[in-house]
């Protein structure tokens, strides 16, 4: 019996790791797990938890997010919190097109001040780089404060987004030197452009012609370049919203070569398809496109293999109006398309992060796709692992924070806006039913949600710096299950 008092017992449950899952009862002290056991109902704690039939997981981090539109961090981290996440890891580039003449270091350390006080949630951050940015000296300094990892974007040129060739191995080669990890949107820009540019002068700018314009070919092409630099410059690559189904392919030949490559998907790759984008126009289109039922189900044969390392939520907080870019773009009025709208116009990106968790248990635990302790694997461990924050996050084990998420596979229970908690007033899993919800979830030891509120109040976020030592396990060493 231990001789210190358990600030929790969670008592009764059954604790899932990417290894198995078994009765366990998990004592929580301060911050951290004090302790675990199949039966610890003779430890002294402030308050027992009875997770009776319950799913005992490691709270969910979401490595993959923007929260920088109508939803920032104060309300994501809100809705996130809801949907069983307890880590975030948004993406940061510079301020240019708001008028700041900023540099990724000077928009990420806003970034940390605003998240400090403002999240409810422990939160990490990946940085954006764009052509414009001096990646000389910002990557080293952006390692040096715990950012290990550099998003860099092989389409849109025209917005000025996109990071030419030469800057991306260069980028690559410094994040290789300082333990950093590399990651790509990977769709061939150029060809994308052009396509619209095309279909727009044939006057083919309505929703049915979008993923014409964005084919699977353009996503592989890049991700083939994409490899190929981190294979020259020997820097761990980290594959945004694989979409595609031939990208298990790719994947498969070059984690045959033995570079330290890693795929992530999202939860709107693994459930919906173009016909959202035929059904609902605008607030369908994301970047790669919604594809076929053809290629959902290879993202999950992806996910089950270890091809598909890890799923993130790629929520991006818009409200309705900001998707039809000041209400000129494919806006459905009384219910008929404005034929004179064009898709093109439109924002990118959607709001998925506190669906995700009960979306892939429904669509891959539920329906066999994938076992629950995989689940743990891809939403949990992996994430921790590729972005330096394991064993601290990720994983229930003593000494581990204690984020720690109770999950009731019994409660059915149907998607929409008005039932998240953000202030984006839309989600494509509207009226989805599934079946299983994360009911409680603590970080570090302190209550977040329980009874469908909020109890956290913000001010005690923590900013968790990516260990460089740490991140990015080779397949040849310390592998990702």
């Given at each position: 019996m231990t001789t210190q008092r358990a600030d929790y017992l969670i008592s009764g449950g059954l604790v899932v790791s990417g290894e198995s899952i078994s009765r366990q009862d998990v004592l929580v002290r301060g911050e951290a797990i004090m302790k675990m056991g199949p039966d610890l109902s003779g430890e002294a704690a402030v308050r027992t938890i009875d997770a009776s039939g319950m799913y005992v997981l490691p709270g969910i981090i979401d490595a993959h997010n923007h929260p920088v539109n109508a939803d920032r961090i104060d309300t994501f981290s809100i809705s996130a919190a809801f949907g069983g996440v307890t880590t975030v890891i948004p993406f940061i580039r510079n301020r240019h097109d708001e008028g700041i003449q900023d540099t990724p270091l000077d928009a990420v350390e806003a970034f940390i001040e605003e998240a400090r006080a403002s999240s409810v949630l422990d939160f990490g951050v990946h940085a954006i780089l764009l052509g414009d940015d001096d990646v000389e000296t910002q990557v080293p300094r952006l390692i040096e404060m715990g950012v290990i990892s550099f998003k860099m974007f092989m389409t849109y040129p025209r917005r000025g987004m996109m990071m030419p060739d030469d800057r991306m191995l260069r980028a690559m080669e410094l994040a290789s030197r300082n333990g950093g990890v590399a990651m790509v949107h990977a769709e061939n820009g150029y060809c994308i452009d052009y396509l619209v540019e095309k279909f727009t002068g044939e006057g083919k700018t309505s929703r049915e012609h979008y993923a014409q314009t964005q084919p699977r070919i353009l996503e592989i092409e890049a991700a083939n370049r994409a490899a190929t630099y981190a294979t020259v410059t020997d820097c761990p690559l980290y594959i945004v919203h694989i979409s595609a189904r031939e990208m298990l392919e790719v994947l498969a030949h070059f984690k045959g070569e033995g570079i330290r490559l890693y795929g992530e998907t999202c939860p709107q790759y693994l459930d919906l398809t173009n016909q959202a984008m035929?059904?609902?126009?605008?607030?369908?289109?994301?970047?790669?496109?919604?594809?076929?039922?053809?290629?959902?189900?290879?993202?999950?044969?992806?996910?089950?293999?270890?091809?598909?390392?890890?799923?993130?939520?790629?929520?991006?907080?818009?409200?309705?109006?900001?998707?039809?870019?000041?209400?000129?773009?494919?806006?459905?009025?009384?219910?008929?398309?404005?034929?004179?709208?064009?898709?093109?116009?439109?924002?990118?990106?959607?709001?998925?992060?506190?669906?995700?968790?009960?979306?892939?248990?429904?669509?891959?635990?539920?329906?066999?796709?994938?076992?629950?302790?995989?689940?743990?694997?891809?939403?949990?461990?992996?994430?921790?692992?590729?972005?330096?924050?394991?064993?601290?996050?990720?994983?229930?084990?003593?000494?581990?924070?204690a984020d720690i998420v109770l999950f009731d596979p019994s409660i059915r229970h149907t998607l929409g806006a008005d039932s998240q908690h953000c202030l984006s007033d839309f989600t494509m899993f509207e009226g989805k039913e599934v079946l299983g919800k994360p009911v409680v979830s603590m970080q570090r030891g302190e209550i977040i949600i329980e009874d469908g509120e909020l109890k956290r109040p913000v001010g005690r976020a923590r900013y968790c710096q990516g260990n460089s030592s740490l991140a990015a396990w080779s397949p040849t060493g310390h592998k990702i299950v």
């Amino acid at each position: 019996m231990t001789t210190q008092r358990a600030d929790y017992l969670i008592s009764g449950g059954l604790v899932v790791s990417g290894e198995s899952i078994s009765r366990q009862d998990v004592l929580v002290r301060g911050e951290a797990i004090m302790k675990m056991g199949p039966d610890l109902s003779g430890e002294a704690a402030v308050r027992t938890i009875d997770a009776s039939g319950m799913y005992v997981l490691p709270g969910i981090i979401d490595a993959h997010n923007h929260p920088v539109n109508a939803d920032r961090i104060d309300t994501f981290s809100i809705s996130a919190a809801f949907g069983g996440v307890t880590t975030v890891i948004p993406f940061i580039r510079n301020r240019h097109d708001e008028g700041i003449q900023d540099t990724p270091l000077d928009a990420v350390e806003a970034f940390i001040e605003e998240a400090r006080a403002s999240s409810v949630l422990d939160f990490g951050v990946h940085a954006i780089l764009l052509g414009d940015d001096d990646v000389e000296t910002q990557v080293p300094r952006l390692i040096e404060m715990g950012v290990i990892s550099f998003k860099m974007f092989m389409t849109y040129p025209r917005r000025g987004m996109m990071m030419p060739d030469d800057r991306m191995l260069r980028a690559m080669e410094l994040a290789s030197r300082n333990g950093g990890v590399a990651m790509v949107h990977a769709e061939n820009g150029y060809c994308i452009d052009y396509l619209v540019e095309k279909f727009t002068g044939e006057g083919k700018t309505s929703r049915e012609h979008y993923a014409q314009t964005q084919p699977r070919i353009l996503e592989i092409e890049a991700a083939n370049r994409a490899a190929t630099y981190a294979t020259v410059t020997d820097c761990p690559l980290y594959i945004v919203h694989i979409s595609a189904r031939e990208m298990l392919e790719v994947l498969a030949h070059f984690k045959g070569e033995g570079i330290r490559l890693y795929g992530e998907t999202c939860p709107q790759y693994l459930d919906l398809t173009n016909q959202a984008m035929l059904d609902h126009g605008a607030l369908a289109k994301i970047g790669p496109p919604l594809r076929e039922r053809e290629d959902t189900e290879a993202m999950w044969k992806g996910v089950a293999t270890n091809l598909i390392d890890t799923i993130g939520s790629d929520f991006c907080g818009f409200r309705k109006d900001q998707k039809y870019s000041g209400g000129q773009s494919e806006r459905v009025e009384g219910g008929a398309q404005d034929a004179a709208a064009s898709i093109f116009d439109a924002s990118f990106g959607g709001n998925w992060c506190e669906q995700m968790l009960p979306v892939v248990y429904e669509e891959g635990v539920n329906r066999g796709r994938i076992t629950l302790t995989r689940l743990v694997q891809v939403l949990c461990e992996n994430p921790a692992k590729i972005f330096g924050l394991y064993p601290r996050k990720g994983v229930l084990q003593e000494g581990a924070d204690a984020d720690i998420v109770l999950f009731d596979p019994s409660i059915r229970h149907t998607l929409g806006a008005d039932s998240q908690h953000c202030l984006s007033d839309f989600t494509m899993f509207e009226g989805k039913e599934v079946l299983g919800k994360p009911v409680v979830s603590m970080q570090r030891g302190e209550i977040i949600i329980e009874d469908g509120e909020l109890k956290r109040p913000v001010g005690r976020a923590r900013y968790c710096q990516g260990n460089s030592s740490l991140a990015a396990w080779s397949p040849t060493g310390h592998k990702i299950v």
